[in-house]
């Protein structure tokens, strides 16, 4: 059973390009949430997606940033206009389609270097 | 401000030895917690999750132990392994709003285990 996959595992941009993040939830998990993780910090919280649905983005910063969770293929995360900041980890996790707690697989991220 | 704490960014141990990584949080909304394992340039892998109903879960090596009214809980590994060392984040969410969803993680603490 394979886990939760992203792709690509490493990602260079210039400032100004735009940056598009790949995740493949585990078989049968219908949630994916977005984290990223900046240096020295822990992973934070960005959104939280069914399929087709945005469920919860208050993580998300209101510009340039956008997800999606197609009903056929992977989640995507976009980035637009990437400025330096945006360098970090970012990590996908997926859960099952289960009330409750749930525990949320992650992904071995995305590592995003903006020059 | 930060809701999970993890005070102690780095602790080295014997192998053998018991570990004891610490977290405190400060939302009195939070009613989960878990550990994540994370090695370098993996995602954060589940290790063990209590509710906020216990005040001890215990699986194999792992015992996690919560302390509510401290907003304190911590995860003893016993005995340590080498192979034990990596970074652990301490991680809680809240049914406030219906968002038990979105994790809230701590910096980490990165654990040695000496042979």
């Known amino acids: 059973n394979a886990g939760v996959m992203q792709n690509p595992r490493h990602l260079v941009r210039r400032r100004g390009q735009e940056a598009r993040l790949r995740c493949s939830p585990m078989k049968g998990h219908s949630h994916v949430y977005w984290y990223r993780q900046l240096p020295e910090e822990g992973l934070k919280f960005m959104v939280y997606l069914q399929k087709e649905n945005i469920i919860d983005e208050s993580g998300m910063p209101k510009e340039r940033f956008s997800a999606e969770f197609p009903k056929e293929g992977p989640s995507i995360l976009r980035i637009q206009q ?10 996908c996790a997926s859960s099952p389609s289960v009330a409750g707690k749930e525990t949320q697989y992650f992904g071995p991220g995305t590592r995003l270097l903006v020059l | 401000d930060q809701q999970v704490k993890q005070n102690s960014p780095s602790l080295s141990v014997q192998e053998g030895r018991i570990s004891i990584l610490n977290c405190d949080y400060t939302n009195s909304m939070f009613d989960y917690f878990l550990w994540y394992k994370k090695y370098p340039a993996e995602g954060p892998t589940f290790l063990i999750s209590i509710s906020s109903i216990k005040d001890k879960n215990e699986d194999g090596r792992f015992t996690v132990f919560l302390n509510k009214s401290a907003k304190h809980l911590s995860l003893h590994i016993v005995p340590s392994q080498p192979g034990d060392s990596a970074v652990y984040f301490c991680a809680a969410s809240g049914n406030s709003g219906g968002s038990n969803y979105k994790l809230t993680f701590g910096k980490g603490t990165l654990l040695t285990v000496n042979p």
């Open chain 1, 82 to 91: 990437v400025v330096r900041g945006d360098s970090a980890a970012y990590f």
